[in-house]
């Protein structure tokens, strides 16, 4: 099995057993605006098993920071950067993101939002700040609840909105929602 055929393998298998990775079609979105980088250096917060991290480097980024405060994904990513020789250009943070973002000070081309929904909001500002001019902030699943909100996911799909909302009157961003995945908010920062 060649190295692509191993990490949509890897990909099927999360995506049967419900762990969060992307889907293919915001997989190819991402891929597509972190390729408008040569050599791209990208903040993924939410490193789920890795593979996100893994599909960004073979496609050529040099380098991905991630953050991930699940033990059992922490793993998992670990072995997987391992497995597919990346981890040399791999910066994995171990812990909650609201700890560790004001603490980053490099600037980044991509910075990929794919973590809990509730904290989209709370972590904009730091996004913003770690974002390079022309660079591209992109939120998945922002259209979670275009179906309809479950009463217990009302407090949820506010987050969301008001994530939405700060990003779109955000004068420093030119936004556009796509009709991926359960949708993805890509927001060039001016």
């Known amino acids: 099995m060649d190295t692509l055929e191993q990490l949509f393998a890897l990909r099927a298998d999360a995506l049967s057993e419900r762990d969060p990775t992307v889907s293919d079609d915001v997989?190819?979105?991402l891929l597509r605006e972190a390729g408008r980088f040569p050599k791209a250096h990208i903040l993924e917060v939410g490193t789920g098993?890795?593979?996100t991290a893994v599909a960004f480097l073979l496609a050529g980024a040099a380098h991905v920071t991630t953050l991930e405060r699940d033990e059992g994904r922490i793993v998992a990513a670990r072995a997987n950067f391992a497995a597919f020789g990346v981890s040399?250009?791999?910066t994995l943070f171990e812990g909650d993101a609201a700890d560790i973002l004001p603490c980053l000070t490099q600037t980044f081309d991509l910075v990929f939002l794919d973590c809990a929904k509730?904290?989209?909001r709370r972590f904009l500002p730091d996004c913003k700040r770690?974002?390079?001019a022309g660079g591209?902030?992109?939120a998945d699943?922002?259209?979670l609840f275009a179906d309809g909100v479950p009463k217990k996911r009302k407090m949820l799909a506010q987050h969301i909105e008001e994530f939405l909302q700060a990003l779109r009157t955000d004068d420093?961003?030119?936004v556009q929602v796509l009709p991926v995945g359960k949708g993805l908010a890509v927001a060039q920062k001016i």
Do not use: E, I, K
Request: charge should be positive.
């Open 27 to 29: 997989l190819a979105v």
């Open 49 to 51: 098993r890795g593979l």
């Open 88 to 90: 040399d250009r791999v």
């Open 118 to 120: 509730v904290q989209y």
């Open 130 to 132: 770690l974002l390079r």
């Open 136 to 138: 591209v902030l992109a």
């Open 141 to 143: 699943d922002v259209s």
């Open 172 to 174: 420093a961003f030119s």
